[in-house]
């Protein structure tokens, strides 16, 4: 299956900042597939220009309610009508910050499924966690928790140590975790076809061929380089077609 880069933009830049990345981006002709998830006050600017080239879009959260009154959020279906197809559920940065439980992780994804857009669910251990040896733990519960049944989305795995701090997990532990998270997705969700697993924390153009090289890895979340076009193309130029 073909890798798939994504983009995390999270909570940076202006509506023209934005719009500049996404046109640097825009004739990128890389052979996996490409896709940003930019902050939701940004979307449309972002889809429209990025219309008629390879690179899709998504959002970073979406509420679990198809609509009514909830102040602040915004539902699967608004990220839809402003031009994304993927949303991204259960960021640690989420889970941490906005105490997101794998239920509700759960309830997103179901959400986003219903308004037709692709989950990518992301899961990870903390550094205290990993050093407890309970990683292997600590994701089978959140990956039983937050995939709903049926889920044919993709999963993101992002150590939680890993994130923004410059350390990458090392490609052994990348290669057993997602050994791991693939024969757990494939015993939760029987009969859905092979699901991607993303790696993300600390991807950059150096470290992208190795780890985008390891069996089991379908792709890249990336936060910190995604913010530059030139090194988000690089690690798109190091996945597999
Ligand atoms: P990072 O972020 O690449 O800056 O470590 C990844 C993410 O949080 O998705």
């Known amino acids: 299956m073909r890798q798939l880069i994504a983009g995390n933009w999270k909570m940076n830049g202006t509506t023209a900042e934005a719009a500049a990345l996404a046109r ?18 940004q979307l449309a600017a972002v889809a429209a220009a990025l219309a008629g080239s390879a690179v899709q879009v998504g959002g970073q959260d979406c509420s679990e309610s198809p609509c009514g009154a909830r102040t602040g959020d915004i539902s699967a279906s608004m990220l839809r009508d402003a031009g994304a197809s993927w949303v991204i559920l259960g960021h640690s940065e989420r889970r941490a910050e906005h105490h997101e439980s794998d239920a509700l992780v759960r ?51 992002e ?55 390891l069996p089991d890895v379908g792709g890249a979340l990336v936060g910190g380089a995604s913010l530059q076009a030139d090194e988000f193309l690089a690690i798109a130029a190091a996945a597999r077609a």
């Open 107 to 157: 309830s997103k994804a179901l959400a986003a499924m219903a308004a037709g857009l692709m989950p990518i669910i992301c899961v990870g251990e903390t550094e205290a966690q990993r050093d407890a040896g309970r990683q292997m733990d600590v994701v089978g519960t959140q990956l039983r928790g937050s995939l709903p049944d049926g889920f044919a989305g993709v999963v993101a795995y």
């Open 24 to 41: 640097a981006l825009h004739t990128a002709a890389a052979g996996c597939d490409l896709l940003v998830c930019p902050p939701a006050t």
């Open 159 to 213: 150590p939680v140590w890993a994130i923004g701090s410059g350390k990458s997990a090392t490609q052994a532990d990348v290669e057993a975790m997602h050994a791991f998270i693939d024969s757990e997705v494939r015993r939760l969700c029987p009969g859905v076809e092979a699901v991607r697993v993303l790696y993300g924390g600390s991807v950059k153009p150096s470290n992208a061929a190795g780890l985008l090289a």
